[in-house]
């Protein structure tokens, strides 16, 4: 039986309605490639590394440049590094290695009195005390070095990396040193940066002297693969700083942590009570990445894991991937699903 050709006007009519179909499921949120990640699933690794004392910007390079090379082995699409990883730079361009000072107060008194001429100048200046005074005469160097280091990593390897923390100055005012972290993209740049709301007694006025952050000022970053929110070290252990995040719309939580303990029986239940509670509570997974080792005879413990909420309802938090030491170099790495 011959066929008979199909008219023109109703091919172009099939033709206009298949176009039609298409861009209404874009506009209605279908899979675009402005979603990024439909899936909701990525790819998170975690550095585990030690916390020490830096001599040059070159030396700290060189060993960032180890752990991001050594991390990217997983295929990462984020990067997390623990907290406080940039504030030993304060040491740098010291001949005497203050890493050999038998206590962290005497290893701060040896680089106080090698910078005793800029931060008495800036003390008498700006009615600051001496300890924020030396982080303040030091940020031009360690912005560079801590930065300048993670951005050349994140733009090599294009990758995104949340830099861990340091302690810097607000760029506003010089004189507000905070404990900050940062986001940097695949471009090298810095998307922005979270201060620390709950301090340390070592942060506050007998320690560093930093100022805190808010619970206004708190932000998510968005990403192609989820929104991320960071709660630094202790801001996990309050509700009101995650939840705050939650309310903005994070998807999936990024606690550095820095514990100057023993990471004890009583301590490792003790920080149940952070990031570990803060996921089955809000429905959402979360690192908690840990600096490690002995900084001038200060212990800083712990064991960095990526976390999931319960699989059942009244379940426990799922651990994705646990680190097998508390005080050794180690790198996880896991799939993460997001909720949505």
Known sequence: MKRTPLPTVYLLTRLFMAVTCLCGIMLAGGPTVADGNPSGRFRVAAVQCY??????AEEFSTEMTRLVEKAMATSPQLIVFPEHIGTPLVAMGHVRDPQDAPAIELAMLSILDAEQEKVQAIVAQHQVSAMR??????EAEMREAYLGTFSNLAKKHEVYIMTGSTSLPEPEDSTQVSNVAYIINPEGEVVGFQRKVHLLDTEGQGGLDLVPGTLEELKVFETPFGKLGIAI????????????LVELGAEFLIDPAANPKLFTENEQKTNLTSLYSRVREVNRPGVQCFAVGDLAGMPFRGKTWVLSPPAVVNGET???????????EEIISAVVTLVR
């Open 51 to 56: 916390l020490r004392f830096y001599n040059t």
């Open 133 to 138: 005074a030396l982080l303040m005469s030091r």
């Open 233 to 244: 070290c202790l801001d996990c252990f309050h509700v009101d700083v995650v939840n705050r």
């Open 318 to 328: 799922s651990i994705d991937a646990m680190a097998q030491s508390d005080d050794r």
